[in-house]
């Protein structure tokens, strides 16, 4: 009866590089199984999905939204583009590359967007962030790390621009949740309450000069992604000193799964699911991410066809109505009995107490409020169309104007 | 948590407590709950089902996964343990006591001389968590 634990994350990537037997390791690998942590496969990578010393997954996630949560995301990749030659070659390569409007972005802003494929559809979500007026990083999943490095390289061969793969240059560090700015505050000397969600600066963290600190996550909660360097000893020695300099938050170790729960609450996209090299942008409903006016990108004019004819499924939060938890892959039905779309994620969510999905649906089933059957092991068990995100986080109030 | 020594286990880490006649009882091991994590759903047959050696007679859910459990011996359900309804979680905390599964009357009581005594399946677990840290 053992679990298959994340069997279907990244399918649509698994084969493509099945050739890799051998699971890549973070430089915290050994800190991992060292704190007794559940390792799986994910991507090619053997990564933590949780750790029963934190108390486990549900401990985990509660520690993020409650708390403040530490995440090593050294899986994740990175690529730097550089201007070559003149001015305004790396802003480019970006703008081709990528569907948002990379000329928007300020130096020490970052924004969240996608790499698309002729056909309007994904080759993977990416976070771009500008380092300096020709200088941009773009971080991308692990699962398409190579897929993504190559189509970089190949699409902007053309381009005035230099292509560097700095994947294994850094570790990856989340801390996540609100108090995450108290622990990280701690251990550098960068005033991180002057850092905007979604910009980033650089500043010494434990001891570290240059370190690139950024207001990110994948959780839905307030936090920083920190790129320390890539050797165990570092590594482990900012890991050790975010948890000792957490302890008083009730910082905890997160694995995969938790960070899974999280974004699922936050209708976060994860690749392989929400969004594939078969979904389209307007389908994913991140249109707000994909500026059609910036001018050509790769994508856009299929991106621009796509738009004059009607949707043929749309993405929708559900949430169970009887018992029973939605999976990835579970076929959805209508009441009248048409099968009318598929799950794409689902998962108990600890923080509503309610078992929620997201899922690709016939436009017309969208409406919130609609009944949709969901087949888990042949039943047909009843769920309904849901706002979402299915969690937001309380933004800090501003301060009140004083009566008199 | 120690493998009573009166159990029989099953490759796929459930366990059957035949010592009571032809009244078997069946759950899982604290090794399976402990790779599942926090379980927080139970499907089990009804009372009268019949269950098959080998073949999935219900579904444990943990936060991330969902997985099958299977039938160390054949024979007809007789009771379906009612309080994993509401307190799935009880499967972390006693899964080789209050949190069994069902209790069975076996068709064929002989079958479950094929499996693993509490030494053998110690040994075998053993080896898979050698297999993990590998």
């Known amino acids: ?404 | 948590m120690a493998y009573p020594a009166k159990y029989r286990y099953t490759k796929e880490h459930e366990w059957i407590d035949a010592s009571d006649n032809n009244l078997a009882t069946i759950g899982i091991t604290d090794y399976a709950q402990h790779a599942l994590g926090d379980v927080v759903f139970v499907e089990l047959p009804k009372s009268g089902a019949e269950i098959k050696t080998g073949k999935s007679f219900g579904s444990i859910e943990s936060v991330k996964a969902v997985s099958d459990i299977y039938a160390p011996a054949s024979g007809e359900v007789v009771e379906a343990n009612a309080e994993l309804q509401n307190k799935p979680e009880t499967i972390n905390t006693d899964p080789q006591g209050a949190a069994w599964l069902i209790k069975v009357k076996l068709s064929n009581p002989a079958e479950i001389s094929g499996l693993m005594d509490a030494k053998a399946y110690e040994a075998f677990i053993a080896e898979k968590e050698k297999e993990a840290s590998a």
């Open chain 1, 1 to 404: 009866m053992l679990p298959s634990i994340f069997a279907n994350q990244n399918r649509t990537e698994t084969s493509k590089y099945s050739f890799m037997s051998e699971a890549r390791k973070t430089p915290l690998n050994a800190l991992h199984r060292r704190l007794g942590a559940k390792m799986v496969n994910f991507g090619g990578w053997d990564m933590p999905v949780e750790y029963p010393s934190s108390g486990g997954l549900l401990a985990e996630h509660r520690a993020v939204r409650n708390g403040a949560g530490l995440f090593d995301v050294s899986h994740m990749g990175d690529i730097r583009i550089k201007t070559a030659r003149t001015k305004g070659g790396a802003l480019a390569a970006v703008q081709h590359l990528t569907m948002n409007d990379a000329s928007k972005l300020a130096v020490g802003q970052a924004h969240y967007s996608a790499m698309l494929y002729p056909e309007g559809t994904f080759v993977d979500d990416v976070i771009v962030h500008r380092l300096g007026e020709d200088d941009f990083l773009l971080v991308i999943n692990a699962g398409t790390r190579e897929k993504d490095i190559g189509w970089v390289r190949k699409n902007t061969a053309h381009l005035d621009c230099v292509v560097e793969d700095l994947s294994d240059a850094w570790t990856q560090l989340a801390i996540q949740g609100p108090r995450a700015i108290e622990v990280l505050q701690k251990l550098t000397t960068a005033d991180l309450s002057q850092i905007k969600g979604y910009w980033f600066t650089h500043g010494t963290v434990c001891g570290f000069a240059n370190t690139l600190i950024a207001r990110t996550g994948y959780t839905g909660e307030d936090g920083f992604e920190i790129y320390i360097p890539s050797d165990v000893a570092a590594s482990e020695k900012t890991w050790n000193s975010v948890i000792d300099a957490g302890s008083e938050y009730g910082i905890v170790p997160c694995g995969l799964g938790a960070r899974n729960t999280l974004r699922l609450e936050a209708k976060m996209a994860l690749y392989g699911h929400e969004i594939s090299d078969s979904i389209n942008v307007w389908e994913a409903g991140l249109d707000r991410y994909c500026k059609m006016d910036k001018g050509d990108f790769i994508g856009r004019a299929s991106l621009e066809e796509a738009k004059r004819k009607p949707l043929t499924r749309t993405l929708v939060g559900l949430e169970m109505v009887e018992r029973g938890i939605a999976r990835d892959e579970y076929r959805c039905w209508g009441e009248a009995g048409a099968e009318i779309g598929v799950v794409t994620s689902g998962s108990p969510s600890p923080t509503l107490g309610k078992n929620i999905a997201l899922a690709y649906v016939k436009p017309e089933m969208s409406e919130l409020g609609t009944t949709i059957l969901v087949e888990i092991r042949s039943q047909k068990c009843r769920a309904k169309v849901v706002a979402t995100p299915f969690y937001k986080r309380a933004r800090k109030a501003a301060a009140q104007p004083v009566a008199n």
